[in-house]
């Protein structure tokens, strides 16, 4: 069972913000560093400026984005841009594009092992990105943006609670840059909270997105519980012990899964795409459209359908996993063939995995090779996290992406001063994915 709870949400004062769509941001990992540059011009209140600080030619370890961060958050604070909710809340939150509608809840979630089976992970992590992640949370002592879960109620109950009735408060209304209508309001009515709590206590949460800041938010109870003394509370007692975390329904019609496709700008030494194509027609073969297991297409070439050959050895993939293409190439192509892992290929530059198809089209036009993929059914993922596997990192996207900046969870920062290199742990130049 997972344990969720209300909280009272830090957000922008509507009295001294009244431009929601200037100040919210993407989630840190999709932000270019045009974008990121271009948020910090948006606004002086613009969240970026905490969840992705700009890194200075001067900065230390006493003086950096981390450092920066705290600051500019006890800044807003203190001049009231960022007020607490006066009560603890969870909070509705819906996403609408295309004609769809993705609907959820934002709570505290109290963090638990994966071992307890209670909170599920579908991929792998990177160490980069939890020591940057890890860095900020013990710079500023708040959760900036929620991760993203999954739970399975087929009857639909929060929604028919929450979406299927109007409002007790005016929504907080916004669009995106990618043009996504959100609305998104505070719920504190006892009964709903107490329906919502019982609804959720019996249903485990599927990460779907935020992998990296929830084993963030893991170290991070761990070493704020230390540095407070207070390793023998219970737990679940503790605001450490939580984080924040949006709920969406695997049975909503909006919940859309999209692929992430793998492109290739360069090769390792000694292969070229074509040397690729004839080492893999020992495992593939083209086929029909129909019947297509994956695409390539290399520069402005055709897109060509493969499938897997009969013979094809899948003896060193877990059977679960079988059905999907990314497991599949990443098992026969990349370690098979050119023996490295996705993620070798990816640090060094050969790989991108990329979601936005005009992005893929552009690659191509550089001559790119491209592993066009399919997106994995949400049902799929629920029976591979569930059998207690993993997916191939980047199986999955979803959208809409979850702003930052609707609602902060603060614990509150720690006493030392955030400046001392032995508060922080972590050297500035710890990285992000």
């Given at each position: 069972m997972v344990h969720i709870r209300p909280f009272p949400g830090l957000r922008y004062n509507p009295q001294q913000v009244t431009d929601m769509e200037a100040v919210v941001a993407p989630p840190y990992d999709v932000i270019s560093a045009a974008e990121q540059q271009a948020l910090h011009e948006k606004s002086p209140?613009?969240?970026?400026?905490?969840?992705?600080?700009?890194?200075?030619?001067?900065?230390?370890?006493?003086?950096?984005?981390?450092?920066?961060a705290h600051e500019t958050l006890e800044a807003w604070r203190e001049a009231g841009v960022l007020t607490a909710e006066s009560q603890p809340a969870f909070y509705a939150y819906s996403q609408q594009w295309d004609g769809l509608e993705r609907r959820g809840i934002i709570?505290?979630?109290?963090?638990?092992?994966?071992?307890?089976?209670?909170?599920?992970?579908?991929?792998y992590t990177l160490g980069g990105p939890k020591a940057d992640r890890l860095a900020l949370m013990k710079a500023t002592g708040t959760v900036l943006?929620?991760?993203?879960?999954?739970?399975?109620?087929?009857?639909?109950?929060?929604?028919?609670?929450?979406?299927?009735?109007?409002?007790?408060?005016?929504?907080?209304?916004?669009?995106?840059?990618?043009?996504?209508f959100h609305r998104f309001w505070p719920v504190i009515d006892a009964q709903q909270v107490d329906a919502i709590q019982t609804l959720l206590a019996d249903k485990a949460a599927l990460i779907a997105d935020g992998h990296h800041r929830?084993?963030?938010?893991v170290a991070?109870?761990?070493?704020?519980?230390?540095?407070?003394?207070q390793q023998g509370a219970p737990k679940g007692s503790l605001p450490c012990d939580y984080t924040m975390a949006f709920?969406?329904?695997?049975?909503?019609?909006?919940?859309?899964?999209?692929?992430?496709?793998?492109?290739?700008?360069?090769?390792?030494?000694?292969?070229?795409?074509?040397?690729?194509?004839?080492?893999?027609?020992?495992?593939?073969?083209?086929?029909?459209?129909?019947?297509?297991?994956?695409?390539?297409?290399?520069?402005?070439?055709p897109k060509q359908a493969f499938g897997l050959k009969a013979s094809a050895d899948l003896s060193g993939i877990p059977e679960a996993l079988r059905p999907l293409d990314v497991a599949i190439l990443d098992a026969l192509v990349f370690q098979g063939i050119l023996k490295q892992a996705a993620n070798e290929l990816k640090q060094q530059g050969h790989l991108h995995f990329v979601r936005d198809e005009q992005e893929v089209l552009d690659s191509l036009k550089q001559g790119a090779l491209v592993f066009w993929v399919h997106a994995p059914d949400v049902?799929?993922?629920?029976?591979?996290?569930?059998?207690g596997l993993r997916m191939p990192q980047k199986s999955t996207y979803f959208y809409p992406k979850l702003l930052s900046g609707l609602v902060m969870y603060y614990y509150g920062t720690h006493p030392l001063a955030p400046g001392q290199a032995s508060w922080l742990q972590s050297k500035t130049g710890a990285g992000r994915a």
């Open positions: 209140y613009n969240v970026v400026r905490l969840i992705l600080g700009l890194k200075q030619p001067s900065d230390s370890e006493s003086q950096n984005v981390y450092t920066r709570a505290a979630m109290q963090l638990e092992d994966y071992e307890s089976g209670q909170v599920l992970p579908h991929e943006s929620p991760i993203f879960c999954l739970y399975h109620d087929p009857e639909k109950r929060l929604e028919a609670m929450l979406f299927e009735v109007p409002p007790a408060v005016k929504p907080l209304e916004v669009y995106d840059h990618d043009r996504v929830y084993e963030t938010a991070y109870s761990q070493w704020r519980r230390e540095q407070d003394g709920f969406t329904n695997m049975a909503d019609e909006g919940l859309k899964v999209y692929p992430t496709h793998r492109v290739f700008d360069s090769l390792p030494q000694g292969w070229t795409a074509e040397s690729l194509l004839q080492a893999m027609a020992e495992s593939f073969e083209p086929v029909s459209e129909e019947k297509a297991l994956f695409w390539v297409q290399h520069g402005t070439g049902d799929e993922v629920r029976r591979i996290c569930e059998s």
